[in-house]
């Protein structure tokens, strides 16, 4: 179970870079298959990354949420705009674009790393799957441990019965992965607190006000929301929470 997850993680990594650089392979794979069983040992390893590729691009989203800053850019995205009292405004899709392409931005640096050091070489013939798998694992462990609590790795490698790895290259995807996750939800959550005071105040404010002037049957969200929109534009609110969202990762 552990092999075929890092082969897909591996997979999902070259479709990546693909995506990045624009890369074409020179070789389209192609599986061949005759009746009398004569198929060339080049055309079963074609056919054998294609059915792996296949099988990593039907479980690329998860891994996308997991190994990457998606997590916490969608969550932070979310908390914020149910501070400001919007429902469906950005609409979801927006939200979700909006996270991924920040995703592809704060990755870049990795996605690069990955490409020029194993995917690459990879395709060229100068290095085995295996040895593609662990130079396009040490990128992507980098940056997974600068945002993993040390905590959060401790508990999963007391859950797993585990002895401490005497250094990181030995921290296996297994603990890093769930780790990373707990990792990023802290994160978020303590980023979308920050982000619900502000509004909060001016919910507090506004009820108060109408409460005084005996108002109480006007509802506080119709004249707060105004004021909070207000505020957001004012403070031009979308460069300073994606520039705090960028910040975040380095």
């Not at 552990?2 to 070789?27: D, E, P, W």
Request: proline content about 6%; aromatic content about 8%; overall charge positive.
């Amino acid at each position: 179970m552990k092999k075929i997850l890092s082969l897909a993680i591996f997979f999902i990594l070259v479709c990546l870079c693909l995506n990045a650089f624009g890369a074409q392979s020179t070789a389209t794979p192609s599986l061949s298959i005759t009746l009398n069983g004569a198929t060339t040992p080049q055309n079963i390893s074609n056919a054998v990354k294609l059915l792996i590729l296949l099988t990593a691009l039907a479980i690329a989203p998860s891994f996308l949420i997991m190994l990457t800053s998606f997590t916490r850019i969608i969550i932070v995205l979310s908390i914020l705009r149910q501070a400001i009292g919007l429902q469906q405004e950005p609409p979801n899709q927006i939200l979700l674009g909006i996270a991924l392409f920040l995703t592809i931005f704060i990755m870049s640096p990795t996605i690069s790393a990955v490409y020029n050091n194993a995917y690459k070489p990879f395709n060229e013939g100068k290095l085995s799957l295996e040895q593609a798998y662990d130079a396009a694992q040490t990128p992507i462990k980098a940056f997974m441990l600068k945002q993993t609590r040390q905590k959060d790795i401790a508990l999963f490698l007391r859950i797993a019965k585990q002895p401490n790895p005497q250094n990181e290259q030995q921290l296996g995807l297994n603990i890093l992965v769930p780790a990373f996750i707990i990792s990023e939800l802290k994160t978020a959550f303590e980023i979308g607190f920050l982000l619900y005071i502000p509004f909060v105040i001016i919910d507090i404010v506004v009820s108060s006000v109408l409460m005084s002037m005996g108002m109480m049957m006007l509802p506080p969200v119709m004249i707060s929301l105004p004021f909070k929109l207000l505020l957001f534009v004012l403070a031009d609110g979308w460069n300073l929470v994606v520039l705090s969202l960028v910040k975040s990762f380095h």
